[in-house]
Each structure stands twice: as structure tokens, then as C-alpha cells.
């Protein structure tokens, strides 16, 4: 059930950074309407408390927890990428969209593998 909620939320998160990167490009005035600008905040703290949620009820400290903290470290990545990404324009903005996005499809891949270096 919070699993459901968990994957619900990442995927209204990367839905939201994907729209409102669009709105700024296209100059929309809607990027700074108030629920465009407070949304975001609300999804990715509710993603937050679910991932908390998910680790305590799941007891994913009490084994191999190395994965968890890979996800929690590239997390600030993704927030840290694309907070720049919204702020900056042009070259700069494309950089940081790209790391994001490579942030987010990391985490999606360590969850998943429960393996941070699922590459090796
Ligand atoms: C952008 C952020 C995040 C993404 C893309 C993401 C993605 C995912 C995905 C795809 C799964 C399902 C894995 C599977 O079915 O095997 C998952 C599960 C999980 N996530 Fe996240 N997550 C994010 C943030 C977090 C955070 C911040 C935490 C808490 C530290 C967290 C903790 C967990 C845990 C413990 C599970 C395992 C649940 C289980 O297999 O029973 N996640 N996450």
C-alpha cells in the first residue's frame, strides 16, 4: 500500500520537474502561479516520508542497508540538480536537467536492485 503511494508520488514528482521545466522554456506564465510553485514541495516531501515509511516497515536497517543510503545521497543530487535546473537557462539549465534525470534513473535502478553498484 505505501509501496503503491511510494511509486505514485515518484512518478507525480519526475512528471512535475519534466512539466515545470516546459512551462519556464515556453515562457508560460503559469511557472510562477501558486500551485505550480507549491506543488512540487508537497509531492516531494509526501515521496520523502514515504521512503522513511517504506524503510522502517520493510526493516531494511536491520540487513544490508548500503543501497538506502546511496538513494538518500543521490536524492540530494536530484533535489540539489534540479533546483539549478529551474534556476538557470540555456546551457546551464540543460546540464543540470540531464544530471537530474540521470540522478533519479540511478535511484530508480539501486530500488529496484537494492544494489548501488548494480553496474559492476
Ligand atoms: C526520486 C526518489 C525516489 C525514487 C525514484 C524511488 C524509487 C523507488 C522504486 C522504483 C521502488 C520500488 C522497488 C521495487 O519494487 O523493488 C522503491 C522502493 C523503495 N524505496 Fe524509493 N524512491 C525514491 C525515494 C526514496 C527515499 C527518499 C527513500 C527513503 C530513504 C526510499 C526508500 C525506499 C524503500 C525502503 C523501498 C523498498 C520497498 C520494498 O521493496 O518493499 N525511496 N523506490
Redesign the pocket.
Known amino acids: 500500500m505505501i509501496?503503491m503511494l511510494?511509486?505514485l508520488l515518484?512518478t507525480i514528482?519526475?512528471t512535475g520537474f519534466i512539466g515545470r521545466i516546459i512551462l519556464s522554456e515556453t515562457q508560460s506564465p503559469y511557472v510562477k502561479h501558486k500551485v505550480v510553485v507549491v506543488f512540487p514541495h508537497v509531492v516531494n516531501g509526501l515521496?520523502?516520508l514515504?521512503?522513511?515509511t517504506?524503510?522502517f516497515?520493510?526493516q531494511?536497517l536491520a540487513g544490508e542497508y548500503g543501497w538506502?543510503v546511496v538513494?538518500?545521497l543521490?536524492?540530494l543530487g536530484?533535489i540539489a540538480l534540479a533546483t539549478v535546473a529551474m534556476r538557470q537557462r540555456g546551457r546551464n539549465r540543460w546540464l543540470a536537467f540531464f544530471g537530474a534525470m540521470a540522478?533519479?534513473t540511478y535511484?530508480?535502478i539501486v530500488?529496484?536492485?537494492?544494489n548501488a553498484l548494480f553496474f559492476l
Open positions: 509501496k511510494h511509486l515518484v514528482s519526475i515521496l520523502l514515504s521512503g522513511f517504506l524503510v516497515q520493510g531494511w538506502i538513494k538518500i543521490a536524492l536530484y540522478c533519479f535511484i530508480a530500488a529496484v536492485t537494492k
